[in-house]
């Protein structure tokens, strides 16, 4: 039997289901929430107890919609994110196929490309899938509960980057309607979801105001506050890269980079695929976008800006998470260090 609360100005439904107790909150009404209530318990009996051979990809579908409805659409979004960074690698696998070498292989590659903070929450993210999979379909998942995030610093001497010669290539061959954006960000270092958020109140001279970001959501965008408190940051940009962005504006869209309708950011996806239709038929290394971040940190780093500076300007959330990634191109000097503790009086 299903019992109904108001909690604050949201509703919930608490009830028991194989055994266990249940609760699905958030509802701005009751009737919603006996929606909800109804939803699950007529999904439980037309499921299958437990689908043969479920691959990771549709351990993810069954999983977001079980939790639809239940959650914030904002949270929704931000769990989408990190589970499209896991499919890339593992959607294809048999979830019970999911051994202990497959994850470390799996943990190395992120290792690769997110920071260390990024790749736990991928982890713990599939956990949590598998969790609702076990529970729901009995699947036999232990490998991935029982694994332990491998521990790294996280130098990553074989991050790739674009030199400012090799970005010239690139920005020479874009298409003129997606070049401003992609020159902003190797110029900036700026997140992608940060420069397709941006609106024209941001920009004020040569500098711009970093205070929101556009989370990926097919078909959909939404635009809530920046990755951490760090990221909230005032840049200064070149004034070419202001004089650009301005050139390319589109008048009546209040988003610097708008999309086919004025009142919509440019889609991830669609910046995306000119990005691959672009690299494809060069002849450079190979990045991914946000590769044009950490090719805008090395270069500083490379030419001597600070540490904290660089630190400030990504809006990372510590100088660590800085160091983390990008420690091994600090100049490292030891005949300029033996030298001046030569003036050393013994």
């Not at 690769?112 to 529970?135: H, P």
Request: net charge positive.
């Amino acid at each position: 039997m299903a019992s109904y609360e108001k909690r604050g100005a949201k509703w919930c439904v608490r009830f028991r289901a194989g055994g266990e107790n249940k609760r699905l909150s958030g509802f701005a009404t009751k009737k919603a929430a006996e929606a909800a209530y109804i939803e699950y318990i007529n999904r439980k009996e037309t499921e299958p107890e437990r689908p043969a051979r479920m691959k990771v990809s549709e351990l993810t579908d069954k999983f977001f919609a079980y939790r639809e409805g239940t959650v914030k659409r904002s949270t929704q979004v931000s769990a989408r994110q990190l589970i499209d960074m896991l499919l890339e690698k593992l959607g294809d696998y048999v979830v019970e196929d999911i051994s202990e070498d497959v994850l470390r292989e799996l943990d190395r590659k992120l290792m690769k490309r997110y920071t260390d903070a990024t790749r736990a929450q991928i982890i713990a993210k599939l956990k949590t899938m598998c969790r609702y999979g076990r529970k729901a379909y009995g699947l036999h998942v232990d490998a991935v509960l029982d694994y332990k995030v491998l521990r790294s610093q996280q130098i990553k001497e074989d991050l790739v980057v674009w030199t400012p010669e090799q970005y010239a290539v690139f920005s020479a061959a874009v298409p003129v309607k997606y070049k401003a954006v992609f020159d902003l960000l190797y110029a900036t270092g700026m997140r992608v979801g940060e420069a397709l958020a941006l609106t024209w109140n941001d920009i004020r001279g040569n500098s711009i105001r970093i205070n929101k970001t556009m989370s990926r959501a097919p078909g959909a965008f939404v635009i809530g506050p920046p990755k951490t408190m760090s990221s909230n940051r005032t840049i200064s940009v070149d004034p070419r890269i202001i004089a650009e962005i301005h050139a390319a504006r589109v008048p009546g869209s209040r988003f610097v980079f708008p999309g086919p309708g004025k009142d919509y950011p440019l889609a991830y996806y669609t910046l995306q695929g000119a990005w691959r239709q672009v690299t494809a038929k060069l002849d450079l290394p190979k990045i991914t976008i946000h590769g044009l971040r950490h090719s805008h940190a090395s270069w500083l780093i490379s030419n001597g800006v600070p540490i904290p500076a660089v630190s400030k300007r990504l809006g990372h959330a510590n100088v660590a998470m800085t160091l983390n990634v990008y420690s091994h191109l600090l100049p490292q000097d030891d005949e300029m260090i033996t030298r001046l503790v030569s003036k050393i009086s013994f």
